[in-house]
């Protein structure tokens, strides 16, 4: 626990369960749905519980309290059965963590350091990770991420229901993240709008794996359908805005008393279909009917399954705002002339009256002249034209240039033309276990320019900030060990300048140091600033790889984009190599 409480962390999460502002009535309720029925499973024990959690008074602590020297509290979002939950600093690594506390003589106190620990022990990015989990002064408590530039689902929905890329993003996520967990034994039971995050590139998060449904004394005897049934209903809710039982939860207004639970695309209008009938076969489970004849999803791994046997939904183009049309200026449209639109004119005082045609050569001299002039034309005319055709002939007896350098070239031994060499795979390259956009790094090497892999978006930049991101990148497999001779990166956006980089790596998932990702790789080449929206690279050595990793480590700016705020960022579109 000690190692990983001193990982870095790009960003943190607005912490776990209620505000202080909700009532208590509200937080045993707030699981209407989805808990439904772990909470009948467990019942009778959680009764029980809860007696025994309500005799405990919870620890008395304050804003500026320390845990551990290190764990400076600032502000508690909860308090509840017992324990409270704080945003808190630590001081030792200067970032912003959440913090949950209890006594250690709370009848939960155990079970919470166990799932902690169990839960620090996945180490998978998609989940908000345990930090550390301590018991000392008479206090269990346990540490997480904090993620401030995260957005809770249940903020997401208030402004409106997602769009079909968005929700099957999140469905997606989700559910692999979730199948995942259950592969090592751990279980969620408490997915909700409220345990789910989205970040600002579009990632979904999840936070207290295991340790939310600890605090609260929740249990399951069917934990991978529970859980599978509340992905079912986040879809829902992100399909519709509203949640799939007739009791208001998360912010959400619940379907009218005795319909039943109907199908989202009879809820709303316009519902992605494949969507609206993933949403019933997950949520199946409770009595619902799917809309057809598809088996129901009783597990997060028989989900995830079902969404990637789906046709891939494709994000909405970017909307791009029209320039302003061209407006001549006043110097362009010269002095004296009438200004456009009423502009006033550069003129002072009245305008001169036009000058008269010079008169017309008459005199016996003046004949003389135009008869000197034309023959002078005449004769650079010939001269010009006998000029022009020795050129040409000459030009014609010269050998083809592009013929005789390929001749030259084809002459020489071992010298081969540069041929294309086909991506077998690809996967996104995160060592410090943030991800940009995992899932749509295959589409660098689709053979369509339109789709693109994008990065997050920073505050400073083009160069990225060593202490935020040492670099962003993309590992491609080759299929076999090619030789290199350069990458053209296709780039969504122009601008400053991005730099990128190739290395030469091991495996598409290779095991390297946070402090120095490409450290132990071979450097190919570097692009320098490019301010277009290609980026040629041109390896010089003979080097072969199979595995080539693109790695930017300078974003241009762009305007901000729904989405994408922060107005540094870039997007690769097409990846080719050759050898």
């Known amino acids: 626990m000690a190692e990983r409480s001193t990982a870095a962390v790009d960003v943190a999460d607005s912490d776990g369960e209620e505000s ?45 309290h320390k845990l551990a020297r290190r764990y400076r509290l600032e502000e508690c ?9 704080w945003r808190a600093v630590d001081e030792k690594l200067r970032r912003a963590v959440g913090v949950h506390v209890l006594p250690a003589d709370h009848p939960r106190a155990r079970p919470v350091l166990a799932a ?7 180490g998978d990015p998609r989940f908000v990770q345990v930090l550390d989990a301590v018991e000392e002064n008479d206090l269990v408590y346990v540490v997480h991420e904090w993620l401030p530039d995260a957005t809770e689902l249940t903020t997401v929905l208030a402004s409106g229901p997602l769009e079909p890329h968005d929700a099957y993003q999140l469905v997606s996520q989700v559910s692999q993240a979730m199948a995942a967990a259950h592969r090592e034994g751990l279980a969620h039971l408490r997915l909700n709008p409220g345990s789910v995050l989205r970040t600002e590139s579009g990632q979904y998060r999840i936070r207290g794996l295991a340790v939310l449904a600890a605090l609260r ?65 997950a949520l199946v489970n409770d009595g619902a009917t799917a809309s057809r004849q598809d088996q129901p999803c009783t597990t997060p791994e028989e989900l995830s399954k079902a969404v990637a046997a789906m ?75 006998w000029q022009l055709a020795d050129t040409l002939l000459k030009e014609e007896n010269k050998p083809d240039p592009g013929s005789s350098t390929s001749e030259k070239d084809d002459d020489k031994p071992g010298q081969v033309a540069s041929k294309p060499i086909p991506i077998e795979d690809a996967a996104e390259f995160a060592p410090d276990g943030s991800a940009q956009n995992a899932d749509e790094a295959e589409l660098t090497h689709d053979g369509d320019a339109s789709t693109f892999w994008r990065t997050s978006g920073y505050n400073d930049g083009p160069p990225l900030a060593p202490s935020v991101k040492k670099g962003v990148g993309i590992i491609y497999d080759l299929g076999s060990e090619r030789t290199l001779k350069g990458a053209s990166i296709g780039l969504h ?24 990702p490409v450290g132990s790789f071979t450097k190919l080449a570097s692009s320098g600033h490019v301010t277009s ?17 693109v790695w930017l480590t300078a974003l241009p700016y762009s305007p901000p984009e729904q989405y994408y705020t922060r107005p540094y960022k870039q997007a690769i579109t097409e990846v080719k190599f050759t050898g």
């Open 217 to 281: 004394g929740i249990s399951s005897e069917h934990p991978q359908r529970t859980d599978t049934e509340s992905i079912g209903a986040l879809l829902y809710a992100g399909l519709t805005q509203r949640w799939p039982y007739d009791q208001d939860a998360h912010g959400l207004s619940g379907l009218p008393k005795g319909v039943g639970l109907i199908a989202p695309d009879q809820v709303r209008a316009g519902v992605h279909r494949g969507l609206s009938e993933l949403a019933m076969r």
């Open 20 to 64: 202080l502002t909700a009532e208590a009535g509200k937080a045993t309720a707030d699981g209407a749905g989805t808990q439904q029925k772990a909470g009948k499973e467990t019942e009778a024990a959680g009764n029980r519980d809860k007696g025994a959690a309500a005799d405990v008074n919870p620890p008395e602590l304050h804003s500026g």
């Open 493 to 516: 956006y122009g601008g400053s300048y991005t730099e990128a980089s190739l290395y030469a790596t091991d495996s598409l998932n290779p095991s390297v140091s946070a402090d120095d």
């Open 77 to 85: 979002v909860t308090r509840l059965d017992g324990f409270s939950s």
């Open 116 to 122: 902690a620990r169990s839960a620090a022990l996945l």
């Open 533 to 549: 929206k290609t980026a040629n690279l041109k390896v010089k050595s003979k080097a072969k790889a199979r595995y080539v990793l």
């Open 311 to 385: 046709p891939r939904i494709r994000p909405p183009e970017p909307a791009f705002t029209p320039s302003p049309a061209y407006q001549r200026t006043n110097y362009q449209q010269g002095y004296g002339q009438p200004p456009a639109h009423g502009g006033s004119s550069r003129t002072i005082g009245p305008a001169a009256a036009p000058m008269p045609p010079p008169a017309p050569l008459q005199s016996r001299t003046g004949k003389a002249l135009k008869w000197t002039v034309s023959a002078l034309l005449i004769a650079a005319l010939g001269l010009g034209s």
